[in-house]
């Protein structure tokens, strides 16, 4: 990796980046416990992503909301002075998980992101750079940021980024693709005691298909994940179901295996129709999840500028595994050079636990929210300058 632009001092960049960071903490502490306090779902956040863009516009970012028809979406861009087109773009997270609040942590990386955006782009003129934060809804399951890439969300970006917490320090994400599916099976009424023969159970079908489905689980290859939950079984005993729905996840190493996977899982939901009767739907909850591509210069980076900071990441492999979760920045990193790293809050919780929410709030998490935004811009300040060089480099030979 170069060491430096001639005439760029790294180091002092730094030191100010750092600085500025310390002088938006309090905003930014404010910022992730107002977001915890009031978790939204997804495509629902819009208190969510007013408080993140609203902290951005009091700092000079330009902001667009609703962004490219999505109603939770936004763009905030802070533009150096005859920018020559290098672009950072960090992305926040806001969506809630239902019935758990923010036990995945995404209060903190809002507050990460713009926290970092803010600290770089104290810096920008002097790097001659473009700094965004892309506010990005439901990324718990609904594929936010693939309906921004589809509509042009990321294409004018150079690199992206952002930190997930977790309950240990992990710098590269290895996420699952997956497929998201609503099941529904519809099957007809009657009373269960007096008229069984007249019904159609349509919470037979379901035993079938996850019985169908365990015993799949023997021969699929190893790491591949199908799991999913029941959210509707019938609504009284002594009435056959009617209809009955559930949300299933299937994910593999790659979008590649997880088509080739799919066939056989959706075969097991097809049984529980066939043996019971009743009418299957299978509705996409939201465009496949990707694999992580990961910019591994770029992740180099972030590892050194975390353990300057004091970041530790010789952590037990059973407590890292959250690098593991799906998410739909894979996507993202099939066309944008992109990082994903997991930031520890500490504790014996791990994400998608109440827990795990409490621990997203108070002083270990404030210091996690610190360096995760420090960490970040040193790392967007790096690519940029690394990569800034090599254009310069490349720009003399011609």
């Keep these: 990796m170069s060491d430096a632009r001639p005439g760029v001092d790294r180091d ?41 863009a609203g902290v951005l516009a009091e700092h000079g970012f330009v902001v667009e909301q609703p962004y490219l028809g999505l109603e939770t979406a936004f763009r905030a861009t802070f533009a150096a002075p005859a920018a020559p087109g290098f672009t950072v773009g960090f992305l926040a997270e806001y969506d809630a998980l239902p019935g758990l609040g923010h036990a995945c942590g995404h209060n903190l990386i809002s507050a990460m992101s713009v926290g970092g955006a803010i600290a770089l782009a104290a810096v920008s003129a002097e790097l001659g750079i473009s700094v965004e934060v892309i506010g990005t809804p439901a990324e718990e399951g609904g594929g936010g940021k693939i309906e921004l890439l589809e509509r042009g969300a990321f294409t004018g ?56 489905i365990a015993l799949l689980r023997q021969q699929l290859p190893a790491g591949v994940r199908v799991h999913g939950v029941q959210t509707r079984g019938g609504e009284a005993p002594n009435a056959i179901p009617e209809r009955t729905e ?71 492999p059973i407590a890292a595994t959250m690098n ?38 108070g002083e270990t998490a404030e210091r996690t929210l610190r360096d995760g935004a420090t960490a970040l811009a040193w790392t967007a300040l790096d690519v940029a300058l690394d990569r800034g060089a090599r254009d310069d480099r490349k720009a003399s030979t011609r």
């Design 12 to 52: 002092a960049l730094k030191r100010s980046i750092a600085e500025r960071r310390g002088t938006v903490d309090a905003e930014l502490v404010a910022l992730s416990n107002a977001l915890h306090a009031d978790p939204e779902t997804g495509w629902q956040e819009h208190r969510s992503s007013a408080a993140v």
């Design 157 to 212: 970006l150079d690199f992206a980024l952002m930190a997930h917490p977790a309950p240990v320090d992990v710098a590269e994400a290895r996420p699952f693709a997956v497929a998201h599916w609503h099941i529904r099976y519809d099957g007809r009424a009657a009373h269960a005691a007096a008229y069984p023969e007249r019904g159609v159970n349509a919470n037979d079908a379901f035993v079938v298909a996850q019985t169908a």
């Design 246 to 316: 559930g949300r299933w996840y299937v994910r593999a190493e790659s979008l590649e295996q997880l088509r080739e996977l799919e066939d056989r899982v959706l075969k097991c939901f097809e049984a529980g129709a066939l043996a019971s009767g009743a009418e299957l739907t299978v509705t996409p909850e939201s465009k496949r999840y990707s694999e992580m591509r990961t910019d591994e210069e770029a992740l180099a980076r972030y590892r050194a500028n975390a353990r300057a900071l004091g970041r530790d990441f010789d952590v037990d």
């Design 324 to 361: 593991r979760a799906s998410t739909d920045m894979g996507n993202v990193s099939l066309v944008v050079d992109a990082i994903h790293p997991y930031i520890g809050v500490g504790g014996d919780a791990s994400n998608h636990q109440p827990a795990f929410a409490d621990a997203c709030v």
